[in-house]
């Protein structure tokens, strides 16, 4: 069993930090594939969302709601992939990943085997929308 001083998102941040609360934090995942993959971390070292009173699992899964939506009105994805695994690191987290018919493991998870190849050109344009992402995480 992992404890908070073995845990990856307790030393660190587990991505470039766009917003933070006192309970949890929005970050950018650095991840080349998949521009926009943002992750919703919780600050204490807790493993399941049932470790949450019913007014913190509210709070969390607001947060997690409100980027998707930022996600999906900045990035203009086809879909939105919400995932809350923690097989590998059992801090309760939530990923928001935006998904795209072009992308490279669609329609697998983005965890699966490869199906294709990105255009460069329309990568590119997705990491050309992080700035209006970063921006519209902090307003909302």
Not at 46 to 55: F, G, I, P, Q, Y
Not at 61 to 81: C, D, F, H, S, T
Not at 112 to 129: D, E, I, M, N, W
Request: hydrophobic share 45%; glycine share 4%.
């Amino acid at each position: 069993m992992m404890n908070s001083a073995d845990c990856a998102l307790c030393a660190g941040d587990g991505g470039e930090i766009l917003f933070r609360t006192d309970k949890y934090r929005v970050v950018l995942v650095d991840d080349n594939q998949y521009p926009g993959f943002c992750r919703v971390v919780w600050h204490e070292h807790v493993k399941e969302m049932t470790d949450l009173s019913a007014a913190d699992r509210d709070v969390f899964m607001q947060a997690v709601w409100r980027v998707e939506q930022v996600l999906r009105a900045v990035m203009q994805p086809e879909k939105i992939n919400l995932a809350c695994f923690g097989n590998m690191t059992p801090h309760l987290h939530w990923h928001v990943i935006p998904r795209y018919l072009d992308d490279v493991h669609f329609p697998q998870p983005v965890w699966g085997t490869l199906q294709q190849t990105t255009p460069a050109v329309a990568l590119a344009t997705r990491h050309a929308l992080l700035p209006t992402l970063r921006a519209a995480l902090l307003r909302a």
